[in-house]
């Protein structure tokens, strides 16, 4: 079990950015995948982003495709999610996830087993 602590959250103008950052607990972190949902009200949770374990492979919801950008630090056991370019439709909570396993990619919740407890975003129009 990875433990995460989500970071950076909160309240931007519409065309705004900000920097959500997730740090790890695990000595293996360089071993998991790592990702990011997130979840408006009366939504289910959805994709927003993915990285290896390596950092050499991405992936991103087409919602988010080209505005979001996600890396990752494995000598700092901590993940990044640069958002810009920000639209009220993003605002959500936004939940950081560990894979269920090293070595174990997904963009599914189920591909998940390590979650944190969640950052506000909040886009103003």
């Known amino acids: 079990q990875v433990q995460l602590v989500e970071s950076g959250g909160g309240l931007v103008q519409a065309g705004g950015s900000l920097r959500l950052s997730c740090a790890a607990s695990?000595?293996?972190?360089?071993?998991?995948?790592m990702g990011w949902f997130r979840q408006a009200p009366g939504k289910e949770r959805e994709f927003v982003a993915a990285?290896?374990?390596?950092?050499?492979?991405?992936s991103y919801a087409d919602s988010v495709r080209g505005r979001f950008i996600l890396s990752r630090d494995n000598a700092k056991n901590t993940v990044y999610l640069q958002m810009n370019n920000l639209k009220p439709e993003d605002t959500a909570v936004y939940y950081c996830?560990?894979?269920?396993?090293?070595?174990?990619?997904?963009?599914?919740?189920?591909?998940?087993?390590?979650w944190g407890q969640g950052t506000q975003v909040t886009v103003s129009s």
């Open positions: 996830a560990a894979t269920r396993g090293p070595y174990y990619s997904g963009t599914s919740p189920a591909d998940f087993g390590s």
């Open positions: 990285i290896r374990w390596s950092g050499g492979f991405t």
């Open positions: 695990a000595r293996t972190f360089s071993s998991y995948g």
